[in-house]
Structure formats: C-alpha cells, structure tokens
C-alpha cells in the first residue's frame, strides 16, 4: 500500500520545453500583440485623444475637406503603424540571431521569419503600388501569413475593381481570393 502512495504523491514529469520554443512563441506572442495594439490605437484613423501622424489640423473657419483629410490620416496611421510593428519584429528576431546562447536551429528559425517578413513587406509595396496605378487613389496591403486585407479610398467598389485587386495580390503574393479581404475607407 505504502508504494502505491508513494507513486500517487511522486511529482508528474512535465514535458519539457526547449528554450527555443520559448524564444519563438514569445516572439510571435509579441508580434501578435504589437499588431493588435497599433490597430486598436489607430482605429478608424484616429489615434486616442491624440492626432493621427500626417493629419493636417483643420480649423473651423478653414474650406478644408476633412473627410480627405481623415482618409489621409488613416492610410499614414495604418502604413506607419504596420511599419513599427515590423520593426518590432524584427528587432526581437534580429535579437535571437545575435544571441551567443541561441542554438544554430533556433538562430535558422529566425531567420527564416526575418525572410518571410521581408517577403512580405515587399509583396504589400507591390500589391499597394499596382493597386493605386489600378486607379485608386490610396492603398494599402497588410499580408499575415496565407491571408491577406487591402485597404483602398474610395465608396463602394465594382465587381470589375473587386476582381482586379484580387488578381494584383494573387500575383503578387500566391494569396488565394477566398482569403483576401478588401474594404473601402
């Protein structure tokens, strides 16, 4: 009876989790969340209780289009905000790569994602630099692994547009129609 109690009260061996998982989902843990928190800060183009960088300040009395003027507000916000949270991500996995005690697999995971991060920083200039020759007068793209959004200015879109774009970001970056999201501002 007595080693029956005594396996019953042994401590349960957990599985071990390497430091390199650690290292990496901290990592995207902390992407994710640099992400999340430039768009929660930047919705709808306004920063809170703050003016959006690139705003122009209107005063009553101007003839300003502040609708214009909003719309360029929030395309500067949302390209500057995607911008810091890539250099974030980039600094962290840059970190992991210059660490002395960081093994050769971890060090190649890394830069495997400061690759895919390059790729797809240049695919949005793409898509964002075909779209606006579509036409548009503003764009901007955000890729997030096999998804994709696109923001453009305007009102509502033809289906014409709609298929044009779709095949911009397909060519660009292989991202299939069904997981592209494309929405008006």
């Known amino acids: 009876m007595e080693t029956q109690l005594e ?4 401590p349960r061996k957990l ?3 390497g430091r390199r998982t650690v290292v990496i989902a901290s990592a995207l843990l902390l992407i994710a969340a640099a992400v999340v928190l430039n768009f929660v800060l930047y919705q ?6 703050k003016e959006t960088p690139g705003e122009t ?4 009395g101007e003839e300003a289009n502040t609708e214009t003027v909003s719309a360029d ?3 500067s916000a949302t390209q500057v905000s995607r911008q810091r949270a ?6 962290v996995l840059q970190s992991v790569v210059e660490n002395e005690n960081a093994d050769e697999a971890t060090k190649t995971e890394a830069l495997l994602e400061i690759s895919d ?8 200039a793409n898509i964002e630099t075909l779209v606006r020759a579509k036409g548009f007068e503003r764009c901007v ?7 994709c959004s696109v923001v453009v200015s305007g009102e509502k879109l033809q289906q014409n547009q709609i298929s044009q774009i779709n095949e911009i970001v397909y060519e660009q970056s292989g991202i299939k129609p069904a997981n592209i999201r494309i929405v008006t501002r």
């Open 86 to 91: 890539r250099d974030e991500a980039l600094e």
């Open 117 to 124: 991060l390059a790729r797809a920083m240049e695919q949005e």
């Open 141 to 147: 793209a955000v890729i997030n692994g096999e998804s």
């Open 73 to 75: 507000g929030y395309f």
């Open 44 to 49: 709808n183009g306004v920063l809170t209780g």
């Open 57 to 60: 300040p209107v005063d009553a």
């Open 7 to 10: 396996v019953a009260r042994a």
């Open 15 to 17: 599985p071990k989790i």
